[in-house]
């Protein structure tokens, strides 16, 4: 059975592929999957085991539960200052990956450009190009702390480029933006007449800084598609809701799509977000702080060892130099899994510039980490005596 070609084009998620490996080995501690280890607050779950027994079990609005879009708008609003219209200028999704294939869908005629920082999040590219899109990198490295500059989006930007995809604290690298580097990415955006795809999913874990959201900057609300959810900060990632804010036109166009493919996220998790705002802070200053003490751990670990590693501003992950080991990341990372049973993620799966480095997420209890720790340490002085 033929299938279409631009899906024969795309590589499977180098995620995925490399814990084929892991299914069905014993005793694996995985520092792979990006989820929080801790448990959903129990008043979210409460919720909605409420919910259950309510007979809340029929569609939304395409939309989404008002009462969620309100508190949305109320969160972002008092919490920064953004003012969005629930009923034109919010879509609740399933999941923010879901968000991130409507706005690239709302958006894109074949062949537009779309300029996307690399290390990169693995879907950013394909659905790029399963949207007719021509996916184009803006290199990052150590030496920026793997950040981008408003000189590297005016290089790359022609008459084709549409778009830019900003992830920030972002997934693999952990770096982040202080308001001063957003604003003048910012003047950037606006000179060049880019719409900004801003995935603040991380937004809540940042450590060292404030988070500012894109779209508070001056006159980016208006090319802004400001992309959030739950998964991450609420430890709500099986829950599947996420939501999209930006201007009446796109959000609009965005839930035209949404209405022929998904429909709405399921009620009962709708509501249980409802709960995660009007209550959930507390937890997600705790779980917060957890991560900032396994951050600190972790990081000096992976430089004792001799793994480089440059301090993460947020999100949960640390992405290690293997350089000076020689060895290429998926055989690092396939030959620590069988000898230690460690399991972390080959930098690659991140595009071509993740060679040389790893993914090990800290959203592992502490005697995960420092057992797996151990483990790293164990293999990387093997290659030495070989």
């Known amino acids: 059975m033929k299938t279409a070609k631009i899906v024969g084009q795309i590589p499977p998620s180098g995620i995925r592929v490399f814990f ?11 520092l792979g999957v990006g989820e929080p280890d801790f448990v959903t607050p129990w008043n979210i779950r409460e919720r909605a085991i409420y919910a259950v027994e309510e007979g809340y079990t029929s569609y939304t609005s395409n939309k989404g539960l008002v009462e969620l879009r309100r508190e949305i708008s109320k969160f972002l609003k008092n919490k920064h200052g953004l003012d969005y219209d629930p009923e034109e200028e919010i879509l609740i999704t399933v999941g923010v990956s879901e968000a991130f294939d409507l706005s690239l869908r709302a958006i894109i005629d074949r062949g537009d450009r779309i300029l996307i920082p690399e290390p990169a999040y693995v879907s950013y590219r394909p659905i790029t190009m399963l949207c007719g899109g021509t996916p184009v990198s803006i290199n990052t490295s150590p030496g920026s702390n793997f950040k981008i500059t408003p000189k590297d989006i005016s290089r790359l930007c022609d008459k084709k480029t549409k778009a830019m995809i900003l992830n920030y604290p972002n997934n693999p690298t952990g770096a982040s933006y202080s308001k001063k580097e957003l604003k003048a990415i910012s003047e950037v955006i606006l ?21 500012t959201p894109f779209a508070t900057l001056p006159k980016m609300k208006e090319r802004t598609i400001y992309l959030n959810g739950f998964s991450k900060s609420y430890a709500m990632t099986g829950w599947r809701v996420g939501y999209a804010c930006g201007p009446k036109s796109l959000i609009g166009a965005m839930t035209k799509i949404h209405q022929y493919t998904m429909l709405c996220a399921s009620i009962i998790s709708q509501m249980a977000a409802v709960e995660a705002l009007k209550s959930g802070e507390r937890s997600v200053q705790e779980m917060k702080r957890e991560y900032r003490r396994r951050r600190e751990f972790v990081i000096s670990r992976l430089n004792e060892i001799g793994l480089s590693c440059h301090r993460p501003e947020g999100a949960f992950y640390a992405f290690p130099s293997i350089k000076e080991t020689r060895l290429s990341s998926l055989e690092f990372s396939r030959r620590l899994l069988e000898k230690e049973k460690v399991a972390v993620v080959p930098g690659t799966a991140f595009g071509s510039l993740g060679e040389g480095y ?11 980490l420092k057992e797996a720790l151990l483990g790293i340490e164990r293999f990387v002085k093997s290659l030495s005596q070989i």
């Open 358 to 368: 790893l993914r090990l997420s800290y959203a592992s209890n502490m005697d995960k």
């Open 191 to 211: 000179k060049r007449d880019l719409i900004m795809i801003s995935d603040e999913i991380y937004g809540d874990l940042t450590y060292d800084f404030e988070h």
């Open 20 to 30: 084929d490996l892991v299914l069905g080995m014993k005793d694996v501690i995985s």
